[in-house]
């Protein structure tokens, strides 16, 4: 069975402040996409980035950095210079690319990120 | 983006009514889901379709039943609703295995 944890629950950062939020995976499948998605107070989830298991290069999209470790199982999600606006529920997910599993995504049960002035 | 609408956005229904929520989609997307979120759980599958009338279960579909008579319609029903199922429903599609999804907005249900 697939399983994804996010075993921070809630972090407070002050604005400015780097930091990580962990996702660590199991799953027995070779061939899987991990992503992360970001809910912010008003609700809605929005996609923020896809990485297959063949590409294990760090990616960076301006404040936001992804750290993808086959050997851990993580994919670690870091902001940088945090923002007020960077509050929100951040959830990691993981396909099933299985035949017949309909691409279902197995989510976390996500991390509340708290930026305060 | 898939362009999904979900209605209604809030209801509120008395425990053993019949409620459907709908999912409406404008790409013609094949792959289509209904997910629950719950407080420490995350998002839960209930349901989800990888094309017209074909359907199957996740891992919390008891109490829910879907049906997908149109490539851009998703339904998701409650047969007879209970306080348990009180939640945020929030629909889902995509196209391509390992595609993301793009999510509707969600319906907050609450069942009194």
């Known amino acids: 069975a697939q399983k994804v944890t996010q075993a921070q629950t809630e972090i407070s950062v002050v604005e400015k402040e780097d930091v990580t939020l962990d996702c660590v995976y199991e799953?027995?499948?070779?061939?899987?996409?991990l992503f992360w998605y970001k809910q912010p107070p008003s609700g809605e989830l929005v996609f923020l980035i896809r990485?297959?298991?063949?590409?294990?290069q760090n990616e960076i999209s301006g404040r936001y950095s992804w750290n993808f470790q086959k050997s851990t199982s993580s994919f670690n999600f870091t902001i940088t210079a945090s923002q007020v606006v960077d509050s929100a529920v951040y959830f990691c997910a993981l396909s099933d690319l299985r035949p017949g599993g309909g691409n279902k995504l197995t989510f976390g049960t996500g991390t509340q990120l708290k930026v305060e002035l | 983006d898939a362009g999904i609408t979900q209605s209604p956005r809030h209801k509120v229904t008395e425990t053993g009514t019949p409620v459907t929520l709908r999912c409406h989609q404008t790409?013609?997307?094949?792959?289509m889901y209904w997910y629950r979120q719950d407080p420490g759980h995350g998002l839960r599958l209930i349901h989800y379709s990888y094309g017209v009338k074909d359907t199957d279960k996740g891992e919390v579909s008891d109490g829910y039943s879907v049906s997908r008579s149109k490539t851009e319609d998703f339904l998701l029903t409650l047969e007879s609703a209970t306080s348990s199922q009180t939640s945020v429903y929030f629909c889902a599609a995509h196209e391509t295995l390992g595609g993301g999804y793009t999510f509707g907005s969600g319906t907050r249900l609450t069942v009194v």
């Open positions: 990485r297959n298991s063949f590409d294990e």
């Open positions: 790409e013609n997307h094949r792959y």
């Open positions: 799953t027995r499948d070779t061939t899987y996409y």
